[in-house]
């Protein structure tokens, strides 16, 4: 059953489902004075609904406010809008999904079948920048009701996320984002569990992660949207984009994205009179520079390039009117429709080759840095930034003079190259014990196998030779990063149920970059295996002394490298305990599990394997 049905029909406690306690009379009483009540209401005002932001242009929807209005929209255009429960959040209220099309292909696979191109959009992962939950429901909205726009929607099935962080929409209010400008009130960036949720598209803590994790793994956009409202530097811009780091994607979505897509988004923004730049990452001001962003897997745009999606953070700048933001978040909307809609087939075929591409390709890249040797330049639109003493500190302060822009080219580093690869197995195998991993994969689509029947395995594994560990938490996590690894062969005993993933797949990057712990993203790096950084068992020493003695004898190799130990080390020379635990490691009575990453890489596929 697909994740986007699952709940529906589900009793789920939101605002307005709880009218289904109420008996079916009063019920049909109720939805019948509403639908009557809404019908007047469009009949007087000769239009149909406007949104909380058109009666004031500093107001965005709340979470109530913007699902009542997608589910007005789901009753004003039901041949063409799907309003779905896609599953829980940590609020007390389900994530919704609303599916829009035109051609009436609401199921994924069939969508993909006819060849309609996957648009997905993400609203309020972050409350306090609510651009874009204003923004599609006005889009949406006048692209319904107008029949000529209606058209544009032809061969595009949209998936939009109304409202994604309910939980951090809850908790509204007007301080929390201290550097904006408007809206009056909005929702905090924090989610019921203080997560931020675009970290947590590959942990998946919160239910929201993990209900979007199956919203994704069923849909698999072609491209994706997720909208955010910017922090930093002040420019003559409203809107900002970050492209996915087209360096870590497939050379020929690359190549689209960088030189196709992108000039026509820019483009398409300049002819709306609403000029975009790339996203202002700097150091200090514009005009130093501009760098491009790498977006992780655990944003949302990394998360979707690992499957192979053309994606986007568009971010509105914070200190632009909040009807500025809106409106560019619109027209943005507006020029991606119809910038991917002209690419619609091209799009298709990129994206199955990329597919196919990366089910055969043998070597992955799991670690990007800046490059250095390549530099663009970029007009950019500034405000001179000036210092002058604070009044708070009575030290300088940067500002920037709103009334002297300047206009030139500035120094844009958008390139990223490879810094680490790896040969990927034939197949991963992972014992059951570990279902946290096993079902975020399954979430996203991938295709697993069990072992039919226990079996001995040739296999390799990683011992975890070194890696460095955050010392403060970050998103609920202590992760680890400069992991280093060695390989050791060994034959294992796999237990019945065992997952083997073979790594044939279209959904390769997410295996590879998930699996292999010195991915920057990997679940090693997330805490999901740190049982096996601690030892289990150990050795009473005067026990040990003659069993090391006896093995000593057996193996005078040992023996040798003990000796040359000592005479290069003089303070394990005078160390009793020490020189015990340099045989115990090297002994069969040392436990194999310790700082051995559980996943096993399979190399050879000449084994026959008990599959079900
Ligand atoms: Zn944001």
Redesign the pocket.
């Known amino acids: 059953m697909s994740a986007t049905n699952r709940f529906v029909g589900q009793n789920a406690d939101t605002p307005l489902s709880k009218t289904t306690k109420f008996p079916l009379i009063m019920r049909f009483l109720f939805y019948s004075t509403l639908i009557s009540l809404a019908c007047s209401v469009i009949t007087i005002q000769g239009q149909a609904q406007t949104a909380p932001f058109e009666r004031d242009n500093n107001t965005t929807a709340t979470y109530t406010e913007t699902i009542q209005f997608y589910q007005q929209l789901a009753q004003r255009f039901p041949r063409y809008v799907r309003l779905t429960e896609a599953g829980p959040t940590d609020a007390p209220y389900p994530l919704h999904t609303a599916i829009i099309s035109v051609d009436r292909l609401f199921d994924p696979a069939k969508a993909r079948k006819a060849g309609n191109l996957i648009l997905m959009i993400n609203n309020a ?2 409350p306090g ?1 609510p651009c874009g939950v204003d923004a599609s429901m006005l889009f949406l909205r006048d692209y319904l009701q107008d029949p000529a726009k209606r058209e544009l929607l032809r061969g595009i099935t949209l998936v939009v996320i109304p409202f994604y962080n309910i939980d951090g929409g809850l908790n509204r209010g007007p301080f929390s984002r201290a550097n904006q400008n408007g809206p009056a009130a909005y929702g905090f960036r924090g989610n019921a569990r203080n997560y931020d949720l ?1 970290r947590d598209f590959i942990k998946a803590d919160s239910r929201n992660a993990q209900t979007f994790n199956q919203v994704y793994g069923v849909w698999r956009p072609h491209v994706f949207i997720d909208n ?2 910017s922090n930093g530097a002040d420019y003559q811009y409203a809107m900002t984009l970050i492209a996915t780091q087209p360096d870590k994607l497939p050379a020929l979505l690359r190549d689209y994205l960088r030189q196709e897509l992108l000039p026509q988004l820019y483009k398409g923004m300049a002819q709306k009179g609403r000029d975009m730049t790339p996203y202002v990452n700097v150091d200090e001001t514009p005009e130093k520079g501009i760098a491009g962003f790498l977006d992780l897997p655990r944003y949302s745009s990394g998360y979707a390039a690992l499957h192979h999606a053309i994606s986007f953070m568009p971010e509105a700048h914070m200190l632009k009117p909040y009807a500025d933001r809106v409106l560019g978040t619109y027209a943005l909307l507006e020029v991606m429709l119809n910038a991917v809609g002209k690419d619609r087939s091209r799009i298709l075929a990129l994206r199955q080759q990329a597919e196919d591409q990366c089910a055969r390709q043998e070597e992955f890249p799991i670690s990007w840095a800046p490059d250095r040797n390549r530099e663009d330049s970029l007009w950019f639109k500034g405000y001179t930034a000036r210092y002058r003493p604070s009044e708070v500190s009575g030290l300088e302060r940067l500002y920037y003079d709103r009334s002297a822009p300047w206009e030139g080219f500035i120094p844009y580093r958008p390139y990223y190259q490879t810094t680490q690869t790896v040969k990927k197995p034939v197949a991963y195998i992972i014992p059951q014990a570990y279902q946290e991993v096993i079902e975020r994969l399954r979430w996203n689509g991938i295709t697993l196998h069990r072992l039919r029947e226990a079996a001995d395995i040739d296999v390799e594994y990683y011992s975890l030779e070194d890696y460095k560990t955050r010392t403060s938490a970050y998103e609920g996590h202590y992760p680890h990063y400069q992991v280093e690894v060695k390989p050791i062969q060994r034959t294992q005993h796999f237990q019945q149920g065992d997952y083997v993933i073979f790594v044939n797949q279209p959904g390769n990057r997410y295996i590879v970059e998930t699996l292999e712990p010195q991915a920057p993203d990997s679940y090693f790096s997330w805490n999901f295996f740190d049982g096996v950084l601690m030892q289990k068992e150990y050795f009473s020493s005067y026990v040990f002394e003659d069993l090391a003695a006896a093995y000593l004898k057996d193996h005078p190799e040992i023996r040798e490298e003990l000796e040359q130990r000592r005479q290069q080390d003089p303070e394990f020379a005078k160390s009793a305990r020490a020189q015990l635990d340099f045989v115990y490691r090297r002994s069969p009575y040392y436990e194999p599990t310790y700082l051995r990453y559980p996943v096993a890489r399979l190399l050879r596929i000449d084994q026959k394997l008990p599959l079900d």
Do not use: A, Q, R, S
Request: glycine content about 0%.
């Open positions: 992962i972050h920048e675009n955010h409202t």
